[in-house]
């Protein structure tokens, strides 16, 4: 199965600043045949199930706010969000569906 | 709406049985693939299984393959998790979840229901 690595596993950024999260597998997740990642990112607040926000890597699911974004191929994706607010304190999943999913253990994104 | 409605839930002991049933309304659920994913409380997701359209395709995790079976009813618009032989590593909230597309399958997750709690203790 592919692994799949996040970092940091908590992270704290003052409301307004910008929040990096990096997700790295094991293996490439790029299918060469249509040069799409199969990578996507969610995010679960307490007590809640995960909500997709960005699938193929770089592509935001309809209605999730645009200061969320996606970056990456290959190996290696960043989530970012350009401006956190309040609403964004959640803990935040990559995964892969190159092969038989696997998702990254999580990063715990919190208010400084 | 669209939703996804877990239930089934519950405390059973070790070597038991349990089925969980996901209840869909809004879409057409016939024409998704569906999965199950569970998470132990403040811990990772973990994909379970996965079932296509018309049943007759499906795929477990290794560590439930042989207890766990997954099956579908698109006339109730319901999908099962039968699992047998539980264990204490089984005790998490078991997710359905529905497949981004309704037309082929990615493995990716764009609607989700709220979860059911499986505690497998004596």
């Known amino acids: 199965d592919i692994v799949m690595t996040q970092s940091p596993d908590s992270l704290a950024v003052s409301l307004g600043e910008r929040a990096t999260i990096n997700c790295k597998s094991s293996q490439s997740v790029l299918y060469s045949s249509n040069k799409k990642n199969y990578l996507a990112w969610y995010q679960q607040k307490p007590g809640q199930p995960p909500k997709l926000l960005i699938y193929w890597a770089s592509t935001r699911e309809s209605g999730v706010p645009d200061r969320f974004s996606g970056s990456g191929s290959g190996t290696d994706f960043t989530l970012t969000i350009s401006s956190l607010q309040a609403e964004d304190v959640a803990l935040y999943h990559c995964q892969q569906y190159y092969s038989t999913p696997t998702f990254g253990q999580g990063t715990k994104l919190e208010i400084k | 709406e669209v939703q996804l409605v877990e239930s089934g839930g519950g405390l059973v002991q070790p070597g038991g049985s349990l089925r969980l049933s996901c209840a869909a309304s809004?879409?057409?659920?016939?024409?998704?693939?569906m999965h199950w994913v569970r998470q132990v409380p403040g811990k990772g997701l973990v994909w379970v299984s996965r079932?296509?359209?018309?049943?007759?395709?499906?795929t477990y995790a290794d560590s439930v393959k042989g207890r766990f079976t997954i099956s579908r009813d698109n006339a109730k618009n319901t999908l099962y998790l039968q699992m047998n032989s539980l264990r204490a590593e089984d005790t998490a909230v078991y997710y359905c979840?529905?497949?981004?597309?309704?037309?082929?399958?990615?493995?990716?997750?764009?609607?989700w229901g709220q979860g059911t709690m499986v505690i497998v203790s004596s």
């Open positions: 979840a529905r497949d981004l597309y309704n037309s082929g399958r990615t493995d990716a997750f764009d609607i």
């Open positions: 809004g879409f057409t659920f016939s024409s998704y693939w």
């Open positions: 079932i296509n359209s018309d049943e007759s395709s499906t």
